[in-house]
């Protein structure tokens, strides 16, 4: 199966992708963890994205473009994959198409998850990863267990500010390839507001899943 995950910053698009990886057995191919790796290996494209992330605006097309068409071509992507937080723009998705196309393969469906705006300030702000087992809580809605609150890191985009900015970009910029995608009979939307356990039911339902 060849999905999209499309939805603001904080909608829950990494913990939905978790459980549909886990059923689906495919590949999990984040833009945004990928380009966190090559910022802390220190590399030449991590020390070109460093600045936008951190202000919360959009690494240029042409960096991220040819990174995730190189990687959907390897041979662990060839039984399927979830693209998390791409394509992120219209040239993004007329290139994964491009791509696709010369493959030879289709898109299944792109799933759309749902948030208003005035509950991702509060659910951004508040979450906190653990660097060991990778699980992400929220001070507030999924406090951590006392023994790892002293290790949990805040991402360096997750402050108010810089979240506000990626809101922006994600309605100018990522919004518009949701008709491009609509239009294809492909979009399978969810509201992505209540527990996790309850998104990935729908989100299971919208994808024929269950
Ligand atoms: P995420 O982990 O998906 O929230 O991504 C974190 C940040 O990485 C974003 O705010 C962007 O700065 C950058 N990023 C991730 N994916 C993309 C993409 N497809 N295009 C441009 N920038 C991206």
């Known amino acids: 199966m060849r999905l999209i995950l499309v939805g603001p910053p904080g ?15 495919i590949q999990h191919l984040s833009t945004g963890d990928m ?3 090559a910022v802390s290996q220190g590399t030449e494209l ?37 693209l998390d937080g791409f394509p992120r723009t219209r040239p993004q998705a007329e290139a994964l198409d491009t791509a696709l196309q010369a493959a030879g393969v289709q898109l299944d469906a792109v799933l759309l998850i749902e948030v ?9 702000t508040g979450r906190r990863m653990d660097p060991v087992t990778k699980v992400i809580y929220h001070l507030k ?8 609150a002293d290790r949990l890191e805040h991402r360096k985009d997750d402050t108010e500010q ?14 518009p390839i949701i008709p491009f995608y609509e239009s294809r009979g492909l979009l399978r939307r969810i509201d992505g507001v209540g527990t996790p356990q309850a998104i990935t039911a729908r989100a299971f339902e919208a994808l024929g899943l269950t």
Do not use: W
């Not at 994205?49 to 040819?66: T, Y």
């Open 116 to 124: 208003p705006d005035e509950l991702i300030v509060e659910r951004i």
């Open 11 to 25: 909608a829950g698009k990494g913990t939905q992708a978790a459980e549909l990886i886990s059923r689906l057995q």
């Open 35 to 37: 380009l966190r790796a």
């Open 46 to 82: 991590g020390k070109q994205a460093d600045g936008h992330m951190r202000s919360g605006g959009l690494v240029p097309d042409d960096l991220v473009i040819p990174i995730v068409i190189e990687r959907i071509q390897q041979p662990d992507c060839q039984n399927g994959f979830i």
């Open 141 to 148: 809605f999924n406090p951590p267990p006392a023994e790892v």
């Open 162 to 175: 810089a979240c506000r900015a990626r809101l922006g970009k994600y309605h100018s910029e990522t919004a």
